[in-house]
């Protein structure tokens, strides 16, 4: 008699609730008891089922909706100890405590929480959420945004903001304008491919700043190798959810007991892997022995890493560094203009306004420059306004925490995960009033005639590009590449909203408008009309 998944997976499954049912006790009760915080509450949130906890609660997609639900829903209801009640009370409603399959998973919801736990409490809100199956059996082992805290982190993140600190980064604008420009000429020819234009865009700057390599063609080797490896994750499902993320031993077993499906998503996993991160790094190594190397993030980390023997010092570093660029920064460039694009076409006020600044400010003489930010204060706000709208990562990353903690008279115990909620502080409406209106005055002050940002209102980019000692890493040059392809494109296209056969506009649904900007791709390519 053979044995099969489908006979071995009831029993595993037995065998892991049981488990469960032990880890969830241990670190519920008891473990509080040892800490000394055994009459701390954990923070308030939905009630749960024993030992699966909230899991059937979750929605499946937009989850940040919910979050803000619920943080509307419990905070107040929970009662915490009488004691803490005045310190409390005014803050309970922006964290919340879910329990998955016996995990603590902590939501913040306000940005004054995340900054006093992520930014204030760094040593302690630095660590990722451990993902056996994707670290240890898909060999993604030394990427920087998914590591846990320690020295490779401090390492690669030391390695990367060499480039992309605020002044290292100005190295690349004359680059990021010149490509700009090209992508207008592009889409000149092609003013219905805007999004596919745009999408290799960033592949080809991304990929030239990273490796020198030069991206010509929307189906390149190594666009297509990485992305094939970005989206090799799909098939292991949601991360963190897998039987060997709560019960890792279980990665002990044969990758068959999991199903066929599973054993040969894993291999491709573990391609892209090497394809992404070894693949690339292999080669700019060899062009750099040989003396062939263009310019670039991972030729000038090797040749500050060749060792007197002539090996490579710290390689996994460089490798992984140079390896997330392209993952951490093609798509969310991409979708942060998409994003603009779509609230130009349905705020054409809002798109005249901000022309006329451009004009008047460039007098038809030139197109314009990333160094004539800080002069367009309206379209500053306009970028401002579209990143805090519709995020680009309504969620950002998880955090995790390193040890227990307690915060405002809540218990946060070691290993829970800190979830950012982005999207409902961005929609907070004691930071943004009519948080669903596009409104980019609300980031401006007027005064003899000129405008100029507001210092007392919280602005967005403090948020969406997450926090603490994990904060975004490209964040300077990202907003430099997203300014400059808004003021190209807006002093080069009018931008308007697809019309149907008959010719009526067709504007995007409620529903579309609810989503995070990932969606707006859908839409985006027929809103550039050709050159005005
Ligand atoms: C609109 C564009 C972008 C957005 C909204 C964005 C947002 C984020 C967020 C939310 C995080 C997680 C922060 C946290 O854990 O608290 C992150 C991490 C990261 N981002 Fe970005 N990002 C953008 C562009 C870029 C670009 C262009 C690059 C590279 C040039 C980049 C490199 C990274 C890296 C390496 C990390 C991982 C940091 C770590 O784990 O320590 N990002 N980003």
């Known amino acids: 008699m053979t044995i099969g998944s489908e006979d071995l997976y009831p029993a595993l499954l037995l065998v892991c609730l049981a488990f469960s049912t032990f880890v969830v006790l241990r670190k519920t009760r ?4 040892w800490t000394g915080h055994e009459s701390l509450p954990f923070p308030p949130g939905p009630k749960g089922l024993p030992v699966l906890g909230n899991i059937f609660q979750m929605p499946q997609k937009d989850q940040w909706h919910r979050f803000g639900e619920w943080a509307k829903q419990y905070g107040w ?27 603590h998973v902590v939501v913040l919801t306000s940005y ?17 959420p451990k993902l056996p199956l994707i670290h240890d059996h898909a060999g993604w082992d030394n990427v920087l945004s998914i590591i846990p805290w320690g020295e490779s982190v401090h390492m690669q993140r030391r390695m990367l903001n060499g480039f992309f600190n605020p002044s290292a980064s100005r190295k ?34 991304i990929m030239w700043i990273t490796y020198g390599h030069q991206v010509t063609e929307a189906d390149d080797d190594w666009v297509i190798d990485a992305k094939t490896a970005i989206n090799s994750f799909d098939a292991l499902g949601v991360p963190g959810s ?36 070894d693949k690339p790094y ?45 993952a951490a920064g093609a798509d969310t460039t991409n979708v942060a203009v998409n994003s603009f694009i779509v609230a130009m076409a349905m705020y054409p006020e809002v798109q005249m306004k901000a022309r006329k600044e451009l004009d008047d400010f460039l007098r038809g003489e030139r197109l314009p420059n990333i160094d004539d930010m800080p002069f367009l204060p309206y379209l500053l706000a306009v970028m401002k306004e579209s990143l805090r709208i519709r995020l680009v990562a309504p969620l950002g990353l998880p955090h995790a925490t390193i040890a227990d903690d307690v915060y405002k008279g809540m218990f946060i115990p070691k290993g829970a995960m800190v979830l950012t909620d982005m999207w409902t502080m961005c929609h907070d409406p004691h ?10 005055e609300r980031f401006l002050v007027r005064g003899g005639g000129m405008a100029k940002l507001r ?44 019309r149907d056969q008959a010719g009526k506009e067709v504007h995007p649904t409620e529903e579309h408008l609810d989503q995070n900007a990932r969606h707006e791709s859908k839409t985006v390519s027929r809103c550039l009309c050709p050159p005005l």
């Open 242 to 277: 897998h039987l060997i993320d709560i019960f890792p031993i279980l990665g002990r077993l044969p990758y068959w007991v999991w199903g066929k499906t599973f054993a040969v998503g894993l291999k491709g996993t573990q391609k892209g892997a090497y394809d992404m991160i």
């Open 172 to 205: 690349y604008h004359s680059f990021l304008e010149q490509h700009s420009r090209i992508l207008a000429l592009q889409v000149v020819e092609n003013p219905l491919d805007f999004d596919a234009l745009n999408r290799m865009h960033m592949a080809a700057v």
């Open 112 to 128: 004054d929480e995340a900054s006093a736990l992520l930014n204030a409490r760094g040593s302690i809100y630095s660590d990722r």
């Open 431 to 440: 930071d943004y009033p009519n948080p669903h209106q596009f409104d980019p």
């Open 30 to 33: 008891s473990f509080r008891y």
């Open 455 to 498: 210092s007392d209102v919280r602005d967005p980019e403090d948020i969406i590009f997450g926090f603490g000692r994990r904060v975004c890493v490209g964040r300077h040059v990202a907003i430099a590449q997203i300014w400059i392809i808004m003021a190209t494109i807006l002093s080069t296209f009018e931008i308007s909203l697809p």
């Open 282 to 326: 292999n080669q700019v190594k060899q062009q750099v022995k040989v003396g062939t190397a263009e310019p670039s993030i991972t030729a000038k980390l090797l040749e500050d890493n060749l060792a007197p023997d002539g090996t490579i010092d710290n390689e996994r570093e460089i490798s992984g560094a140079a390896g997330i660029i392209y």
């Open 77 to 103: 209801s929970n009662s915490p100890p009488l004691e803490f009640v005045p310190l409390i009370i005014e803050f309970l409603g922006n964290i919340i405590y879910l329990s998955l399959l016996g995990k």
